[in-house]
């Protein structure tokens, strides 16, 4: 008997992980008129610094009605975890954007959701895409880091 508990214990600690920021994503496609906007960063859980791990520096992302963007030290396109020097290696750079699938959420229902996000084409930059986040407008953007189930994120809000 206590052997089984222990294991219920153990397996129920190490056994499930999730996103926890997937509450927030898009899953519903978006009008494209609903997304356009700027965006600045209002928070990110890589450190525990704040704004204050960008060393003053502006994120934005403007997200213009021509399908053309303009990107403020925004996340390059990575694989795999950020290294340890994240904040330095943001980019700026301007392009095309789009919205596509950007990944899925599994909230234990079959079949899986969309997550409808941002794609930034650049024909000189490398950008990783950005998730958007909100179930209606005014959307949100959010870079997820790494592994979507460490909550490493960086999180964009509309401005007004």
């Not at 356009?36 to 525990?48: A, P």
């Not at 596509?100 to 079949?111: A, F, H, N």
């Not at 930034?120 to 959307?139: E, I, N, Q, R």
Request: charge should be negative; proline fraction near 7%.
């Amino acid at each position: 008997m206590r052997a089984s508990l222990l294991l219920t214990l153990l397996l129920s600690l190490t056994g499930c992980h999730y996103d926890p920021h997937a509450h927030l994503y898009t899953t519903d496609k978006p009008e494209t008129t609903n997304v356009v906007g700027s965006y600045v960063l209002t928070s990110q859980t890589l450190t525990r610094d704040g704004l204050a791990a960008l060393k003053g520096k502006a994120c934005l992302i403007d997200l213009r009605a021509d399908g053309t963007f303009v990107a403020t030290n925004v996340p390059p396109w990575q694989d795999g975890f950020p290294p340890t020097n994240f904040f330095d290696t943001l980019i700026t750079g301007s392009g095309t954007w789009r919205i596509e699938s950007v990944g899925s959420v599994d909230d234990g229902r079959k079949p899986l959701k969309t997550h409808w996000g941002v794609y930034l084409d650049s024909p000189t930059t490398k950008f990783d895409s950005v998730g958007l986040s909100g179930a209606k407008p005014p959307y949100g953007l959010i870079y997820t880091l790494g592994d979507p189930d460490s909550g490493e994120a960086l999180i964009l809000e509309r401005k007004k």
